[in-house]
């Protein structure tokens, strides 16, 4: 048996009295160390307002979010993060005032970045590091020949890759993703896919967000299904294709065919 | 020939010092995100904690409570301490709140102080004021106190840029950029975004605190009437002027703004009349300068053009 990194227990959040998770008995579910777990679910089942509750972007209105056991129910978004959870966003996020190589670089947790490292100068010695790391991230997502360019250069898909990059530069014990495929071309899909792959044979935790199935129950190991907020179904990639709740609410007829 | 050198010594001299301030603004507004309209409190602390820690204990008609009667480095020293403590306390409660509110409630905190300084007598006189106030003898290698000054000005100036420069070319400049550009973001990688912004609110404090020392002790006299808002549009004005973003883009806009303002108040009148219509004039155009900056940026579309190439 191995522990769980994440779980999340009896979650339930309402915007402005509508629950848009959880419904009424909370959302539960839970990540073992070093699953590569697909969270798929219809528009607006409420995957990317999970993904909000658990990095700490929005709280709960009822219910728990533990990471290795700690609660994070007091924590800031900017704790959590340092606690080893990594996330992306459903719309890319980048930081137009940096280079693409610094918006990775930012990503690293940096001693350097501190009033007495400034001070000192310290930081120069390890910031060569820095750069080699980076560097060496972004050749893994593909972007090694955009590194000095400005991110409002990058396409969508690019900037999808670079936030990607930018949190795997930070080594994260558990890493979300919330629709890393959507706008990215195929060829850097395919990278895509064997990255998680690779992340996974790691022993990396991971959580994807998809709409497309194809991509993801090819890689995932475990899946769960989002239906109005509410866990519908969770299972392996082939006991969710068969699953009859999933193929009325979320799969559809073309699929089953 | 000799009144223009003078006026070329006064806008190095104020053009050093407020560039001081300016650059503080740029760091905690075009780097640091934050709206700082209550500027002029941090240099008024300055120069008023300046006064106090060098003046002589109070007596005859003196209605001030401290003087410490410490040399003039002592006082210095105290400035930024006094400016960097008076962000601390203002920056704490304020730093959450975004944007707009915070350029409101930076705002009231520097009519408040004001107000305090009008009406605790046991500050500095009241609206009297500190007079006479110490400053070093700077009467050396023949320059004259004026050439000394404005000298002095401008090295804390060129002090100014080369801290914030090398704090902003270092992994912490470039979270404090991050944390700008998306909150949301540079919270995902881990970033504390309130001890970063207040670091920086309380670190660019201490340099316009230094200001408000050197600015005592050149004109020898603090009091209320020359901390009111006005400083703090002035710099604002200077900032935008100059473009966000640079140190360089800092240092002109204030220089030209200081130069614009010297050169008409040198035009000589014949009547006081002529004289304050030239002084609302004064008011008049640099309000028209403001706006068409602001509209069209000419001077920030230049350091644009500059990084690109
Ligand atoms: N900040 C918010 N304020 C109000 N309602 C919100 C907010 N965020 C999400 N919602 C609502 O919560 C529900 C779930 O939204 P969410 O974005 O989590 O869905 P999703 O599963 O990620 O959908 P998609 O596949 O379209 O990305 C939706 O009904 C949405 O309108
Ligand atoms: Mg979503």
Known sequence: MTRDLLIVDKVRKSFGGLIAVGGDAGLSFSVPEGTFLGLIGPNGAGKSTTFNLISGVLKPTSGAVLLDGRDLSKARASDIASYGLGRTFQTPRAFPSLTVLENVMVGADNQGETLFSVLRGGWRSRETALRDKAGEVLERVGLSDRIDDVVANLSGGELRMLEVARQLVRDPRILLLDEPTAGVDPSLQAKLSRILVDLHSEGRTLVVVEHNLHFLLQIADSIVVLQNGQLLSRGTPSEIKSDEKVIAAYLGADHAA | ?309
């Open chain 2, 1 to 309: 020939m000799n009144t223009i050198s003078q006026i070329a010594l006064t806008v190095v001299m104020f053009g050093s010092l407020f560039s001081v301030l300016t650059l503080s603004l740029n760091l905690q507004y075009a780097r640091g995100g934050m709206i700082n309209f209550g500027t002029v409190a941090y240099f008024a602390t300055g120069a008023y904690a300046y006064a106090i820690v060098t003046q002589e204990p109070p007596h005859g008609l003196d209605q001030y409570l401290v003087g410490l009667d410490m040399p003039w480095w002592a006082g210095f020293i105290a400035a930024g301490l006094a400016a960097m403590a008076f962000a601390i306390l203002t920056g704490w409660p304020t730093l959450r709140l975004r944007g707009e509110y915070l350029a409101l409630t930076t705002f009231a905190f520097a009519e408040m102080l004001n107000s305090l300084l009008v009406n605790e007598r046991g500050i500095g006189n009241g609206t009297v004021g500190l007079a006479n106030v110490e400053r070093p003898d700077a009467n050396i290698l023949g320059l004259s106190e004026n050439v000394v000054y404005a000298l002095a000005a401008f090295l804390l100036m060129l002090a100014t840029a080369y801290a914030f420069r090398r704090l902003l070319a270092s992994p912490y400049g470039r979270a404090v950029d991050a944390i700008r550009d998306d909150e949301v973001a540079a919270q995902a990688i881990g970033k504390n975004i309130a001890r970063l912004r207040f670091q920086v609110f309380v670190i660019s404090s201490m340099p316009i605190g230094f200001a408000g020392a050197l600015y005592a002790m050149i004109t020898t006299l603090v009091n209320p009437e020359l901390f009111t808002a006005e400083v703090t549009f002035f710099v604002w004005i200077a900032l935008v002027l100059g473009g966000e973003r640079t140190i360089l883009g800092a240092i002109i806009g204030t220089m030209a703004l200081v130069g614009f303002q010297e050169a008409i108040r040198a035009i000589p009148f014949e009547s006081v009349r002529a004289a304050e219509i030239a002084a609302s004039a004064e008011d008049i155009v640099t309000g028209i300068l403001f706006i068409v900056i602001l509209r069209w940026q000419p001077f920030s579309a230049l350091a644009r053009r500059r990084q690109a190439a």
